[in-house]
C-alpha cells in the first residue's frame, strides 16, 4: 500500500473513489463539499437524498457512499467531521472516525484507491496540524491497509501540504 500526498484539487483527482468532507444533512455545502456536488452534478445529490430518506443524513464521524456523477473517480464517500469546540478528545475521536469508517466503507465496495481531503479543517476550524496528524496516524494503524494500493492525502493549500509532506517524511 502507497500514501501519497498532492497538492491539488481532490475533484480532478482519478480514484476508486474520493472522500468528501460533507454535512450532517449531506445536501451540499460549501468548500470541498459543495465543489463535490456542482461538478458530481444531480446524480451525487439524488443518492444523498435517498440516503437521508433512508436514514436522516450521516452522523458525525460516520460515512456513507454514492457515485461519482460526473467525477473522475467512481464512488463518493462523504463523511462528516467534526466542528473544533467543546470536548477537543472527542473530537479528535470523531475525526479519527471520519478516516476510519471511510476506509471501512471503501473495502465494503471492494475500492483500491482512495483520496481524502483534509477534513475538518476549513469551516469547521479543527486546528490544520492536529488534523494531519490524526488522517495519518487513523490510515497508518488501519488494520486492513495492505488492502488498498493507494490512499492519497489531497491538500488544497500550501499549509497542509507541507504539513503532511513533513508528517510523511
Same mark, same amino acid.
Given at each position: 500500500m502507497k500514501i501519497e500526498i498532492q497538492k491539488s484539487d481532490i475533484i480532478e483527482i482519478a480514484t476508486d *473513489?474520493? !472522500? +468528501? *468532507?460533507? +454535512?450532517?444533512? $449531506? $445536501? @451540499?455545502? @460549501?468548500? %470541498?463539499?459543495?465543489a463535490i456536488h456542482r461538478k458530481g452534478g444531480k446524480?451525487? $445529490?439524488e443518492e444523498c437524498v435517498a440516503i437521508r430518506n433512508r436514514q436522516g443524513g450521516c452522523? %458525525?464521524?460516520? *460515512? %456513507?457512499? &454514492? &457515485?461519482a456523477g460526473n467525477l473522475p473517480s467512481k464512488f463518493v464517500i462523504? &463523511? !462528516? @467531521? =467534526? %466542528?473544533? +469546540?467543546g470536548d477537543k478528545e472527542e473530537k479528535k475521536k470523531l475525526l479519527a472516525d471520519c478516516y476510519r469508517n471511510s476506509l471501512e466503507l471503501a473495502l465494503q465496495n471492494n475500492i483500491k484507491t482512495i483520496a481524502f481531503p483534509n477534513i475538518s479543517t476549513g469551516i469547521y476550524h479543527f486546528p490544520k496540524d492536529k488534523a494531519a496528524e490524526i488522517a495519518i496516524k487513523t490510515v497508518k494503524e488501519? =488494520?486492513?491497509k495492505e488492502e488498498f494500493e493507494k490512499i492519497i492525502f489531497v491538500c488544497f493549500d500550501d499549509e497542509n501540504y507541507d504539513l503532511y509532506k513533513a508528517l510523511l517524511a
Open positions: *473513489a474520493i !472522500v +468528501n *468532507a460533507a +454535512n450532517t444533512s $449531506l $445536501l @451540499g455545502g @460549501g468548500g %470541498v463539499d459543495g446524480q451525487i $445529490l452522523d %458525525v464521524g460516520q *460515512a %456513507v457512499i &454514492t &457515485t462523504h &463523511t !462528516v @467531521g =467534526p %466542528v473544533w +469546540n488501519f =488494520p486492513r
